[in-house]
Each structure stands twice: as C-alpha cells, then as structure tokens.
C-alpha cells in the first residue's frame, strides 16, 4: 500500500518565524485573519499580502476554498497557501479529514509545513488525527500498472511531505496512530478493488488476507471441497462457470476483554468478475465489474483497522468469493438450487448473484458464530443507484437501534446511509412456483426484493444489509478521495464500533 505522503509533527510553539521553506498552509475564517503564531511564523507582512491576494482573487476564506500565493513576496516560503475554514456558524459541521484533504490537495507531491490553527479555534488531538487521515487518503493513488509515472512534483506525482505545526497536546500520538490505522485500511480496500481481475481472482483475493494475521487475525480460507462438506451450494452454484475456484475467509480479532463473547459481524460480497453469467450484461461499462467485489474489501479493509489500532472488540470478518462467468458448466435460468440453510432457490436471472454468495456466508456466520449483530455490504444493484444515485448507500434493517447507530455514524464520517423498507410485501415478488423462493423479483423495487431476499437467510440476529453499488466503486472524487475504487465503508463500520461497541 501506498499513500503517497510522510507526515511528521512537530510543536507549533517552536518553530522558527520566518524559516518555513518549500510550502506553508495557514488557516483563516471570513474575516481572512491568520492566527499570531501562524503570522509569525509565515513571516513580517503575511497579513498584508493574504489581504491584498484576498482582495484580487475575491477570496472570502468560506469552508474548504483556498488561495495560494506563489513566491511570496518577503516571505521564505515557496508558495503561501490559504485555505478557508468558513466563519463561526460553519465550526459544528466542520470536517476535518476533508480539510486534511483540501490540504494535501493544494499541496500535492510538495513539501510543505502547516500551521494548524486560526483566531479562536486550536485543534484537539482527535480533529489533528482526523486532518491527518483526510490527507493521507486524498494522497493515495493506484498507478501500480503505468509504466510512466508522474515525476516528483507534478500534481499526482510521490514525494509529498508534510509537517503539521500543531499545539502540544494529549493523547495525540495514540489518536493519530488510530486514524493511520483507519487510513491503512480504506487504502488497503481501495487497493482490492482497483486491481484488475486478471490479477485479484477469489484465490489471490483470498490469498492477500492472511496479511492480517501479522495483525493478530485469525484468518480461516475455505475451499470449495469445505465448502461442500457445509453445504454452500448457493455460493458454488455462482462459481460454477469460472475456471477460478470461489474461496469463503472467515477473519477473527478477538480484542474484547472475554475473547469468548459473542462478536460483530461484517459480511461481504466478493464478485472478483461478473459477467452476468448466462443472463450476461451488455458490453459497455463491464470492464467495472471487477469492482464487484468491494463488500468484502470493506470488510477487509475494516478488519485491518479494527486490529491495527488494537480495538478492544471481538469482530468477525466474512467475505465470500467468486467470479462469475458464462460456460458450459454455469448455472442457467431455471435452475434450483439448495442453500446452506437448506431453502431452495429457482434461478431466474444468473445476474442476481450476490445474493445468492451473501446467503450462504450470512448463514453460516449467524449459525456457526452466534454474533451480536450482523451487517453485510454489497455492490447488489443497480436499482439503488436509481434511487439514491451515488449519495447515500441504501440500508435495510431489522434493527431500528443498530440503524440509528448506523446512521449518526454515517453522519459523523460522511459515509451516509438512507433507510429503506422491509415489508411482508416484498416477499410475495420473490415467491416461486417450484422453489421456496426466486433469486430475483422482477425490475420494480429491485434493491428491496434483494435485501427480502437476504432477510431469509438471518433469523433473528440484528441485522442490516448495505447496498453499495452507488458508493463502493465509480463513486464521485472528494476532497479525500481520487480512486476509482473508494474504499467506502471502513471509515463508516470503525465509527459504528468505536462508539457502541468497545469495552
């Protein structure tokens, strides 16, 4: 992995006036007036030429704009960078990762010093550690496959360094070692998801999250000859066209104080290809099918952070994971198939296939683990992004308190979820004439046949199954993330855990 950036800390209280080379970020508010220790140590004048540049450039210092004045006149620094932090009324809502990232945005593959404070507002430890995050996740890139890459300098060029002037503080060793592991493990998701299918098939896939037991993860990789012995006939029936065998891993971090309590679960889908299978997609845009799988590099990714920075939770981690292909040994429309839970499934579409792989992992985690709750991510339809676009991930749940959670943590990260029904109505589309059920209720309500669909599969345990296919992969750019693949979810999942669920 790779974020392309070095972040060093060093006591805003000692550093020299007027000596900041390469390049220096202040912070002003509305009022465009820097901080006595950020004019001091941005050099005699500072004010002056942020005002006159301010006036040029009709800069208003509103939330996460920014100025930059190159070769500042009287000033040592290369280049002064202003960025606004709006006016007081903006405080409650302000974001600090994505001010990091406005940050390392400016600077990009530069060196440069940051002053981290303005008139009235000095950071905590945990807004310094969020700043950080925002900047080493807008910092990342995947260029592992171009043979020519951007030189040091240019903006998507390495080499960026940063030095964060912040006060001296608490606890602030032990929240930025948090938030790394946190920005580790999002960047370790958008890797999964960005490697192209050729290289990342279920095996390699499974094979890359044995890195975790250097963490203290237990990792168990099932193979399809165990996966038979279980009875996942569901899953094998996707994975029955490809020539790669479909993998299920079972990851453990038992960080609670009573390693025998019953953990959280996250569950992912982990299409590493969909064609479509027999019912295959048109051609255009399928290259992103092998983003398919970013359920389970969230889950993944989660797992990484939860055990990097040592939460003191038990967390259990399941993905499982295919390719699904055409051939003559596919499954086809008109199929039935038997789950793990022993429900028969008539196949109508060969493209519903995410469900059928989340219903037999769901299954055996709430079956075999007994967990507290399970929430399950998945790249599952293109009907949610008729919905909600690529705002918010559609979330569906048998638990208004773990929803509610759910949401405030959406809110906290900006990884946000939208509520949607699960009604007995939902059932009578999925019914089936020769099967306990279809794998696919028609166009109307697809996303909501779907979550119907899985609600089979989790009895009683709390439950919430998140519909990502509008955030996990092609989502827009942010202020603190460029990749295609977003890692969307571990930010949102460590949130839900570190405010509910640790001891």
Sequence with gaps: MADGISIEFESIGSAKAGEAGGDLVVFVGEDLALSPRAAEIAGA?????????????????????????????????ERLVV?????????????????????????????????????????????????????????????????????????????????????????????????????????????????????????????????????????????EKAMRKLGMRALLAVAQGSAKEARVVVMRWNGGPDPAAAPVAFVGKGVCFDSG?????????????????????????LMHALASRKAKVNALGAIGIVENMPDGKAQRPGDIVTSMSGQTVEIINTDAEGRLVLADVLWHVQQDYKPRFMIDLATLTGAILVALGQEFAGMFSTSDELAERLSLAGEATGEKVWRMPLTPGFDKLIESKFADMKNTGGRHGGSATAAQFLKRFVNDVPWIHLDIAGVGMSAPTTEINRSWGSGWGVRLLDRLVRDHYEA
């Design 277 to 301: 299978g027999i019912s295959i997609k048109g051609s255009g845009g399928m290259e992103d099918m092998k983003g398919d799988m970013a359920g389970a590099a969230c889950v993944v990714g």
């Design 83 to 223: 960025v606004g932090v709006g006016s007081e009324k903006d405080a409650a809502k302000r974001d600090w990762a994505v001010l990091g990232g406005v940050t390392a945005g400016r600077l990009g593959a530069r060196a440069g010093a940051v002053a981290l404070e303005w008139p009235g507002t000095t950071p905590t430890s945990e807004e310094v550690a969020a700043f950080t995050l925002g900047a080493r996740l807008r910092a990342y890139r995947f260029d592992r496959y171009k043979s020519k890459k951007p030189a040091e300098g240019e903006e998507n060029g390495t080499g960026g360094r940063l030095t964060v002037l912040t006060p001296e503080s608490g606890g602030l060793k032990k929240a930025v070692r948090a938030a790394e592991a946190v920005a580790e493990g999002v960047i370790l998701a958008r890797e999964l998801v960005n490697e192209p299918p050729n290289v990342l098939d279920p095996e390699e896939f499974a094979r890359r999250t044995e890195a975790l037991e250097k963490l203290g993860v237990a990792v168990e990789i099932l193979d």
């Design 45 to 77: 004048g500072a004010s002056e030429l942020v005002a006159r540049a301010a006036a040029v450039e009709r800069f208003k210092g509103k939330p996460n704009s920014a100025l930059v004045l190159t070769a500042p006149a009287g000033l040592r620094a």
